[in-house]
């Protein structure tokens, strides 16, 4: 059982992630009529849930607290400054060095290290966070499409894509021997959660990176079909390291491939739901039945 401590934690850590998919709007024009310290500012109490966490557990450092407090805030500095210089939003360095900076610090694993066995999640969900409060408030970055808001719509592209992308990826992956056939039937209580679970903590956070920001900002420079395959390589790419110590090549194949019908599912109508909706279901479906 975890700590009460970690439990609130966790909801300070959810919250923003919350506010940001069903009250977006709301939240942006709040933070409009804060003054411009507090806006800026305001990300360092993304430390909080670090203090929480690491308190408890007797892990506290000095060091993790301050880049708890200090990263979030230097997001929202450059990603304020780049909204002031390029107000077309076509993108510039301050937009690649906080993606660049995220994507690293999650496939390598740069901050895991500061939490309890079984707590990384928190890293991944902290950078959301900061990077949520950058773009969406500061940046105000058009077209990212994060509304958890699910319509009909949402889950029909969804599903559709998963469907353009099984019959491909399922003969291709037995064929390299990633993909393994298993014949057991979860129990539906294990499965919805197993759903839910992929949906919310894996799905809409690469979904957001590499659809909300990396292939919108992409499109804006180098077009439509180039910022789609380029997203979907790198997409790929991020797994290399995934399920072993080596270069994992039949996993980024995979990955890759799947980042096209990701990335479709997205630019449809410009939302994270649907593209989430389409990374859910493969990846349960791979979870329970082909790993």
């Not at 900076?101 to 066995?117: H, I, K, Q, Y």
Request: aromatic fraction near 16%; proline fraction near 5%.
């Amino acid at each position: 059982m975890f700590s009460p401590a970690i439990w609130i934690a966790a909801v300070l850590t959810l919250l923003p992630f919350l506010a940001a998919a069903f009250f977006g709007g709301w939240l942006a024009s709040a933070a409009q009529k804060l003054p411009r310290g507090v806006r800026l500012l305001a990300p360092s109490l993304l430390s909080l849930p670090y203090l929480l966490v690491a308190c408890s557990s007797g892990s506290f450092r000095w060091g993790w607290f301050a880049l708890y407090a200090l990263l979030p805030v230097a997001v929202s500095l450059l990603l304020w400054t780049a909204a002031q210089v390029d107000p077309g939003q076509r993108g510039g360095w301050r937009d690649l060095s906080v993606l660049v900076t995220f994507g690293l610090a999650v496939d390598l694993r740069w901050f895991e290290s500061a939490w309890p066995p079984h707590l990384a999640v928190f890293s991944k969900m902290l950078l959301l966070d900061a990077g949520l409060y950058g773009f969406l408030v500061l940046r105000q970055l058009d077209g990212v499409g994060f509304d958890l808001r699910l319509r009909l719509r949402d889950l029909g592209v969804g599903l559709r894509e998963f469907a353009f992308y099984v019959p491909i990826a399922i003969p291709l992956g037995l064929a390299l021997g990633f993909l393994h056939l298993h014949a057991a039937w979860p129990r539906p209580p294990r499965l919805a959660v197993g759903y839910l679970f992929t949906f919310f903590f894996i799905a809409v956070p690469e979904e957001v990176f590499f659809r909300g920001w990396l292939q919108n900002l992409l499109e804006r420079r180098i077009g439509r079909y180039p910022a789609l395959f380029s997203t979907a390589v790198l997409f790929g790419l991020s797994h290399w390291n995934k399920r072993t110590a080596h270069f994992n090549w039949r996993y980024v194949v995979l990955a890759a491939l799947a980042g096209i019908f990701y990335g479709r599912a997205w630019r449809q109508d410009r939302r994270v739901g649907a593209s989430a909706i389409t990374h859910a279901t493969v990846d349960t479906i791979w979870s329970f039945w082909l790993k």
